[in-house]
């Protein structure tokens, strides 16, 4: 059938098939017009659509940028932001002039939504002394660019302190206190550190300021007494936040070698244990104490050779007694006569 065709289109000559194609455009267009009007008549169903729930909205402050602590906020760090009200924190503020020149208490990041909890100080609670844990104190030492980690502990890191303690021939170093907070460094609390940059002040360190609980802060200034303080500075995302108590000590080669430790002797004699059948001792009999007599003094007195006086015995009342009387002047003695020869 199709053959047929062929043949039958080939046998016309170039007039009759022009005029053929002219009658198919005709048919054509007049189906095409047919069609439109048919479809023109027809009414068309529309489906209306499904009303979308009024959702009610609210405006809020959210960050714009970082805001660090005990920093003043101004209106450049803030933007307003359209939110579901179910989805608007509880306190959230509204308007720019509500925390413009407030200090914030805490970190606030760039989307977080201001709310009174995270901007608002109170009263008791302004300047340094906010920063202080409610059962810490404030306590500093004296540190330098060696002890100070070389000025890379900013304030609000966690630090640990060791304890290096020297000897005449040993240096020992331990862990003295582990998760310290740094409240600041030579007075500086980290407001000058926007964006990360570090203030002069922390460049080179010489006091340093923790928050511990009062008898962490006792065993800090004793062992300050003892030997040099070091801050270990600890990552942000530490493995462990305690570790087991360590202490090492090295002996230096000149040291002398130890000397040989000798056995205590007792230093007490046990007492016998009587036994409670035993035999009573008799006590040893006391000895009679002989009267004292007093000691009277040998008084002689020789006058030439001869004893005049003699006083050995003590009279019977001695206070009474006297000795006899010496004479002042001894008795002169007579010469004998001695006669002269004479001459006859």
């Known amino acids: 059938m199709f053959q047929k065709l062929i043949n039958i289109l080939n046998d016309l000559r170039p007039k009759q098939l022009l005029m053929l194609a002219g009658g198919a455009g005709v048919l054509m267009f007049l189906t095409i017009i047919v069609a439109m009007n048919f479809l023109g008549n027809e009414e068309v169903a529309i489906v209306p659509e499904e009303e979308k729930p009024i959702v009610e909205t609210t405006a809020v402050v959210v960050a714009k940028t970082n805001i660090h602590p005990r920093t003043i906020i101004q209106e450049s760090m803030l933007q307003m932001k359209e939110l579901p009200v179910d989805l608007a924190p509880e306190g959230a503020i509204k308007s720019f002039e509500d925390v413009k020149g407030v200090q914030v208490r805490v970190s606030i990041f760039a989307g977080d939504i201001l709310t009174i909890q995270k901007v608002f100080n109170d009263t008791s609670e302004e300047g340094f002394i906010g920063t202080i844990p409610a059962d810490c104190r404030a306590v500093s030492i004296n540190v330098n660019e060696i002890t100070g980690v070389a000025g890379f502990a900013r304030p609000g890191d966690k630090v640990d302190l060791l304890l290096s303690e020297k000897s005449d021939y040993s240096a020992t170093t331990m862990i003295l206190l582990q998760n310290v907070p740094l409240l600041s460094v030579n007075q500086d609390m980290g407001d000058s550190m926007l964006d990360g940059v570090n203030s002069a002040a922390i460049h080179n360190p010489t006091i340093a300021t923790f928050a511990l609980p009062p008898q962490d802060i006792l065993k800090l200034i004793s062992a300050s007494k003892l030997g040099e303080i070091y801050m270990m500075l600890r990552?942000?995302?530490?493995?462990?936040?305690?570790?087991?108590?360590?202490?090492?000590?090295?002996?230096?080669?000149?040291?002398?070698?130890?000397?040989?430790?000798?056995?205590?002797?007792?230093?007490?004699?046990?007492?016998?244990?009587i036994p409670s059948n035993a035999p009573p001792v008799n006590p040893i009999p006391s000895i009679p104490q002989m009267p004292a007599t007093p000691t009277v003094p040998k008084i002689e007195i020789i006058q030439g050779d001869q004893i005049v006086q003699s006083a050995s015995t003590p009279s019977a009342n001695p206070t009474t007694s006297a000795l006899p009387a010496i004479p002042s002047t001894p008795p002169v003695p007579s010469s004998p006569v001695v006669s002269s020869p004479t001459n006859n």
């Open 235 to 273: 990552p942000a995302n530490p493995r462990s936040t305690y570790v087991d108590a360590m202490e090492y000590t090295i002996e230096s080669v000149n040291a002398p070698p130890p000397k040989p430790v000798r056995e205590p002797e007792p230093s007490y004699n046990p007492t016998p244990v």
